[in-house]
């Protein structure tokens, strides 16, 4: 053991604190080797139960809806401080790798996935592989800003994880508002390497929309998704904003969120209303490390 110690962590990452919502959706405060902290989520479905798991400490992408920008990046994440987020909490739920509590990962917790792509990578094999914890890659999605060149290489990985696009916007000039990364890779190409992902694994895309009121909800809105997105093996995840305090950022109300999708829906695009969990324990991705790094 001891010999083992001088080159590999003893329990990389623990659980320092829980949240219980009242509807029964579990956040999480992970402790790192190094006295960093970052954050994960855990929610009950009826088939299964997803955990929401984190890339990097902090992340450098800017986007004006996401707390978890607020300090910037502080680092990567190996890929086994993201496989032991999942570990910590499967077993925190008494699974194992047999009969597992995780049933489903999301990689839409703090930091972008892509930004870190080699040990994200890395990590989508680990927890994938027979031998562990084996969950299947169409049991995991990613979700990403849009780094356009990586999304072709996870495209040739033969990874066939469900990619989901965080768009938020119908236009390049809208998008670059609230997402930097809109000012270096436009939509039109964030379509051209969906449609390359597509090619490659024949697992149909997710685009998610935040909706922001006075930013992106209008009937107009609605008409320039459509025409974007109509045709295209792809699905519309519609997200009522979670407010982040440090920004002025509002969320438009549950009324014009089904509004917006039904206008979808009748314009052709799968689109759907995300369920809404957690809100009363700071849901939202970065919300929970932002306030204990307040605290310190």
């Known amino acids: 053991r001891s010999e083992l110690l001088k080159e590999y962590e003893d329990g990389p990452v623990a659980i320092i604190k829980t949240l219980t919502s009242a509807d029964g959706t579990e956040k999480y405060l992970f ?7 970052i954050e994960g989520v855990f929610m009950k479905y009826k088939y299964g139960n997803t955990q929401c798991v984190s ?20 680092r990567n994440l190996t890929s086994g401080e993201i496989l032991c987020q999942v570990l910590a909490v499967n077993a925190a739920h008494g699974g194992d790798g047999k009969a597992r509590a995780v049933t489903n990962v999301v990689l839409m917790g703090s930091g972008e996935p892509l930004d870190n792509y080699d040990n994200t990578v890395k990590f989508l094999k680990n927890v994938s592989a027979e031998g562990g914890i084996n969950i299947s890659p169409r049991n995991i999605s990613l979700s990403t800003c849009g780094i356009v060149p990586k999304i072709y290489s996870l495209a040739d990985e033969g990874l066939p994880v469900n990619l989901t696009i965080s768009l938020h916007q119908t236009t390049d000039e809208g998008r670059a508002r609230t997402m930097p990364i809109a000012k270096k890779y436009t939509i039109a190409e964030i379509l051209k390497a969906c449609e390359y992902y597509f090619e490659k694994t024949g ?8 909706l922001i009121d006075g930013e992106n909800c209008e009937k107009a809105d609605a008409e320039r998704l459509i025409a974007l997105l109509k045709g295209r093996p792809c699905h519309v995840n519609l997200i009522r904003l979670n407010e982040v305090k440090e920004r002025s950022l509002k ?4 009324k014009k969120a089904y509004a917006f999708a039904a ?5 052709g695009l799968s689109a759907t209303v995300r369920r809404s969990m957690g809100s ?7 919300q929970l490390r932002a306030s204990f790094i307040d605290k310190q």
């Not at 402790?31 to 902290?37: H, M, Q, R, T």
């Not at 890339?55 to 990046?73: D, I």
């Not at 895309?205 to 935040?210: P, T, V």
């Not at 969320?251 to 549950?254: F, I, L, P």
Request: charged content about 20%; proline content about 0%.
């Open 31 to 37: 402790s790192l080797a190094d006295g960093n902290v």
């Open 263 to 267: 206008m979808l829906e009748k314009g």
């Open 55 to 74: 890339t990097q400490v902090g992340c450098r992408m800017g986007c004006k809806f996401c707390a978890s920008t607020l300090g910037g990046l502080a």
């Open 203 to 210: 697992r149909r895309y997710i685009f998610e929309y935040s």
């Open 280 to 286: 009363d324990i700071g849901g939202a991705c970065g």
């Open 251 to 254: 969320a438009a109300t549950d």
